[in-house]
C-alpha cells in the first residue's frame, strides 16, 4: 500500500477555492444527499472520508452532521475555512478507524485514489466499519470502465485579491489492460503582486468496472446497487453505488 503525494492538493492546496468552486457541486451533492438519506432510521451523522477542499460538504452539512476525513492537511486546512461548522480528521481512508459508526459515509470523486482492487477493497472495509447497521454507503467515482472516454478540461478563476488560476487537464488511459488512467494537469498560476507561474501535476486514477464496485461492496456486506445520476449539468451522469448495511 503506497502513499502518493500530490502538488495539487500539497502546496498547490491554498489555490483549490479557485480551481475548483463549491457553486459547481450543488446539482451533484443535491443528488448524493437523497442517497445518503435512505438509511434506517433517517440520516443525520455522515462520515466524508477524502472530503478535499470540502465542496459537497458545504452543501450536504444543510441536511446532516458531517465528520470530514482527508489525506492532506494543506486540503483539511481550505475545507476548515469553509466549513468552520464541521468536525474534520487527518487519516487515509484505507486504514482511518474512527472508533464510532455514522448513519451514512460518502466517498466522492477522492475513492479514485485507489489505483487497485486490493486498495478498494482497503477504503470499502473502511466504509463498513464507519456504517452503522440500517445505514447506507455512498461512493461515487467519475468515471467506470464502461463509460470512460479520453478528455480535456479547462478551468479557473480569480480572486478579488489580484490572485488567479487557469488550468488545463488531459486525461487518458494509456493502458486499457489495467485498472489506472492518467490525468495531467497544467496550472497557471498568478500571484498578488501579478507574478505568475506554471505547475504541473500527474494524477493517476483507479478504473474499475461496474462488476467490481458491486462485488467489492457486497464482499464487504453491502447490499449494493448502482444508480445512475440525474443531472443538468452538460456531461456524461456519473453511476453512484449505494450499499445498505443489513440490520438495524
Ligand atoms: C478532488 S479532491 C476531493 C474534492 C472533494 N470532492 C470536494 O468536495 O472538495 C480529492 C481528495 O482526495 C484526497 N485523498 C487522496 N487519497 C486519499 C486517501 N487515501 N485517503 C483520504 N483522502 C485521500 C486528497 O488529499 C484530496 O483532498
Known sequence: MSV?????????????????????????????ASLLRTSTPATETVLEL?????????????????????????MLEVSRALNPDCEHQQGDMRTIRLGRTFDAVFVHDAIEYMTDEDDLRRAVA??????????????VPDDIAENFEPTTAHGGTDAPDGRGVR??????????????????????????????????DTHTLGLFPRETWLRVLT?????????????SED???REFFVGHRPGG
Open 4 to 32: 502518493t503525494s500530490h502538488r495539487f492538493y500539497d502546496d498547490l492546496a491554498s489555490w483549490w477555492p479557485l480551481i475548483s468552486a463549491p457553486a459547481e457541486y450543488a446539482d451533484e451533492a443535491a443528488f448524493a
Open 50 to 74: 477524502g472530503s478535499g477542499g470540502g465542496n459537497n460538504a458545504f452543501h450536504l452539512k444543510r441536511h446532516f452532521a458531517l465528520t470530514l476525513v482527508d489525506l492532506s492537511e494543506a
Open 126 to 139: 473502511t466504509v463498513w466499519e464507519h456504517c452503522r447497521p440500517g445505514g447506507v454507503a455512498v461512493l
Open 167 to 200: 488550468y488545463l487537464s488531459w486525461s487518458t488511459d494509456p493502458d486499457p489492460t489495467d485498472s489506472t488512467t492518467v490525468t495531467e494537469y497544467a496550472f497557471l498560476l498568478r500571484d498578488t503582486d501579478g507574478s505568475t507561474r506554471v505547475a504541473h
Open 219 to 231: 464482499d464487504a456486506g453491502f447490499v449494493a446497487r448502482s444508480v445512475a445520476e440525474v443531472t
Open 235 to 237: 456531461r456524461l451522469p
